[in-house]
């Protein structure tokens, strides 16, 4: 197989022999998953709500079906069409943001999601990912005119994006996104006092919601007193792992999926955890581990600035989105609705999450050809109107 793909010059064949593999292997590991925790989180979840047993199996399939193809498809195309797809999907997806301040589902008091058939579109979930690229290609103008201001409108995208989550609100993804932007500034060489007056804001922004948002403050509460407010859900998670183990209880023979609310969605950790033990659990920190660590091993042998600014953001928002789901489940930080990629029930989230690795598989696939930084803003309109 090795060396036929060596001397397979298809499409195909250049691709395989070119992606990273590793991460990509790594990722329907993490899509396998997913099936196998919805095939035990779900069922109790759909019959608790009177819903059909197999409701979200069958969703989800679909949803990990189209994931899979989206990370494929993704990952075959060009730098330059990633970043096209960024711009204009950007475009959309900030439009559609703005639109569920008007015609959004409201869901325990926020406006995030919009509705579909079938689903339920949460648009900032896809602008995560075509922000962290479109920022990516910004920053690097600098260094091919100083006439363009690539680092104003940088700014300026991130404050109306800021400005958008705030109203819906959606501090968790508020959060990730200004995560995903100051480590795209340190990878771009912004000096380092203004990446930590950066961070300060950040902190003074989260002081600032404790005191603004209601919810957010239940939660910091909850999380630093823990004999106040209701803690069901997360004690009832820690008893999971405590009754899990080192290998589990078995598949099938967890009792959390049929206490929690979320054990298909936020919890779903939780539920490895029950039925699959301390082993299966680190194994899934592993293979998230991987793919984080993998990628920015890559990016140290990259010299194209954008990839390299725009990858470290992609791989930054997913390994955050990691971290706060687990991290969350052991109560390790404040409780957040945040999704655990490929694993936890969701469409808009497994799609958007296999936007971002198929965007990191294209970007850091050994192609040929002129690095986008040393295009100018005019250059690359040129050679988009001509493809």
């Given at each position: 197989m090795a060396g036929s793909s060596r001397t397979d010059d298809s499409p195909f064949g250049r691709w395989w022999r070119n992606v990273d593999r590793t991460t990509l292997i790594c990722t329907f590991i993490l899509i396998g998953f997913g099936y196998i925790l919805m095939l035990a989180a779900s069922p109790a979840v759909a019959v608790r709500i009177g819903a059909s047993r197999n409701m979200f199996i069958f969703k989800q399939v679909m949803f990990l079906g189209i994931a899979g193809v989206i990370v494929v498809g993704i990952s075959m195309l060009s730098r330059k069409a990633v970043l096209r797809l960024s711009i204009i999907g950007g475009m959309l997806m900030l439009g559609a943001t703005a639109l569920t301040l008007v015609h959004g589902i409201e869901i325990k008091g926020a406006r995030r999601w919009i509705a579909l058939p079938m689903m339920s579109l949460q648009p900032?979930?896809?602008?995560?990912?075509?922000?962290?690229?479109?920022?990516?290609?910004?920053l690097t103008q600098r260094r091919v005119s100083r006439y363009f201001p690539g680092m104003l409108i940088a700014f300026a995208l991130y404050g109306l994006i800021m400005l958008l989550l705030k109203s819906q609100p959606d501090i968790g993804m508020l959060t990730v996104i200004t995560a995903v932007f100051l480590v795209q500034?340190?990878?771009?060489?912004?000096?380092?006092?203004?990446?930590?007056?950066?961070?300060?804001?950040?902190?003074?922004?989260?002081?600032?919601?404790?005191?603004?948002?209601?919810?957010?403050?239940?939660?910091?509460?909850?999380?630093?007193?823990?004999?106040?407010?209701?803690?069901?859900?997360?004690?009832?998670?820690?008893?999971?792992?405590?009754?899990?183990?080192?290998?589990?209880?078995?598949?099938?023979?967890?009792?959390?999926?049929?206490?929690?609310?979320?054990?298909?969605?936020?919890?779903?950790?939780?539920?490895?955890?029950?039925?699959?033990?301390?082993?299966?659990?680190?194994?899934?920190?592993?293979?998230?581990?991987?793919?984080?660590v993998r990628t920015l091993l890559r990016l140290i042998r990259e010299?194209?600035?954008f990839v390299v600014i725009a990858t470290s953001g992609l791989v930054t928002g997913f390994g955050l989105q990691a971290f706060v789901n687990m991290a969350s489940s052991l109560h390790l930080i404040p409780t957040k609705g945040m999704t655990l990629p490929f694993i936890s029930y969701g469409g808009?989230?497994?799609?958007?999450?296999?936007l971002a690795i198929g965007m990191v598989l294209a970007l850091t696939r050994q192609q040929q050809g002129r690095s986008l930084a040393g295009n100018s803003f005019v250059t690359t309109l040129r050679q988009w109107r001509s493809a």
């Amino acid at each position: 197989m090795a060396g036929s793909s060596r001397t397979d010059d298809s499409p195909f064949g250049r691709w395989w022999r070119n992606v990273d593999r590793t991460t990509l292997i790594c990722t329907f590991i993490l899509i396998g998953f997913g099936y196998i925790l919805m095939l035990a989180a779900s069922p109790a979840v759909a019959v608790r709500i009177g819903a059909s047993r197999n409701m979200f199996i069958f969703k989800q399939v679909m949803f990990l079906g189209i994931a899979g193809v989206i990370v494929v498809g993704i990952s075959m195309l060009s730098r330059k069409a990633v970043l096209r797809l960024s711009i204009i999907g950007g475009m959309l997806m900030l439009g559609a943001t703005a639109l569920t301040l008007v015609h959004g589902i409201e869901i325990k008091g926020a406006r995030r999601w919009i509705a579909l058939p079938m689903m339920s579109l949460q648009p900032s979930e896809f602008l995560k990912p075509c922000f962290a690229v479109v920022t990516g290609w910004l920053l690097t103008q600098r260094r091919v005119s100083r006439y363009f201001p690539g680092m104003l409108i940088a700014f300026a995208l991130y404050g109306l994006i800021m400005l958008l989550l705030k109203s819906q609100p959606d501090i968790g993804m508020l959060t990730v996104i200004t995560a995903v932007f100051l480590v795209q500034l340190f990878v771009d060489g912004l000096n380092l006092i203004l990446v930590a007056f950066g961070f300060g804001c950040m902190i003074a922004a989260g002081i600032a919601a404790f005191f603004i948002f209601p919810h957010v403050r239940s939660r910091v509460e909850r999380f630093m007193h823990p004999g106040v407010g209701d803690h069901y859900q997360i004690d009832t998670a820690l008893r999971a792992f405590g009754n899990g183990g080192l290998l589990g209880r078995g598949p099938g023979e967890g009792r959390v999926k049929d206490l929690l609310p979320d054990a298909h969605a936020d919890f779903v950790f939780a539920v490895a955890g029950e039925e699959y033990g301390l082993v299966v659990c680190m194994l899934i920190i592993c293979v998230f581990g991987v793919i984080v660590v993998r990628t920015l091993l890559r990016l140290i042998r990259e010299d194209d600035p954008f990839v390299v600014i725009a990858t470290s953001g992609l791989v930054t928002g997913f390994g955050l989105q990691a971290f706060v789901n687990m991290a969350s489940s052991l109560h390790l930080i404040p409780t957040k609705g945040m999704t655990l990629p490929f694993i936890s029930y969701g469409g808009s989230s497994a799609m958007s999450v296999a936007l971002a690795i198929g965007m990191v598989l294209a970007l850091t696939r050994q192609q040929q050809g002129r690095s986008l930084a040393g295009n100018s803003f005019v250059t690359t309109l040129r050679q988009w109107r001509s493809a």
